[in-house]
């Protein structure tokens, strides 16, 4: 069986990742778009992106949505202490609604047990806490100790942004 070797991306893909990071332009031809930008044809970035996501190192092109000009006014983080035997298992579950728009494991710590993570949005409070108990009551979630963290300010949200380390410079130039 042949050993599979790891893709690394050069500077063009680099380029490309972070050209991509505040999302595709609004145009008819996006791909072409870009290029431009980066001095590639249209052809090529659809051919590097294709590379790419076949190579694990994109996981999907999406639209990220901002949700409060949308009137999803709450978001609430809700976290778990479930057992860690079960959190692939009910994460999986948890996942499958349509307004939870992240869930994930994360480690405990001493003055804080809780494992299991998902943020849900709604148009307000009322809907998130319904949508929870929906979520919890299907999931039989009920049993685990949980805290329900409800966003008071938003300071900034955008996607994650990826690109190439910088190049480091020493007091000498």
Not at 34 to 48: N, P
Not at 124 to 129: D, G, H, I, K, M
Request: net charge positive; with cysteine; proline share 6%.
């Amino acid at each position: 069986m042949a050993r599979q070797t790891q893709y690394k991306p050069d500077t063009q893909d680099l380029a490309l990742l972070a050209q991509i990071a505040d999302g595709l332009p609004l145009c008819p031809r996006p791909y072409a778009q870009l290029g431009l930008q980066i001095s590639m044809d249209e052809v090529e970035v659809i051919h590097r992106l294709t590379v790419l996501k076949a190579q694990g190192l994109i996981k999907r092109l999406g639209v990220i949505v901002k949700h409060r000009p949308l009137g999803y006014r709450a978001n609430a983080m809700v976290v778990w202490d479930v057992p860690d035997a079960q959190v692939k298992q009910l994460g999986g579950q948890i996942s499958q609604f349509n307004f939870v728009t992240l869930c994930y494991q994360r480690p405990r710590h001493a003055e804080w047990p809780y494992n299991l993570y998902c943020m849900i949005h709604g148009k307000n409070r009322a809907t998130v806490l319904a949508q929870l108990a929906q979520l919890s009551q299907a999931c039989g979630l009920g049993e685990f100790a949980r805290q329900v963290l409800f966003s008071r300010r938003c300071f900034k949200q955008r996607g994650a942004v990826y690109q190439a380390p910088p190049t480091s410079v020493t007091a000498n130039g």
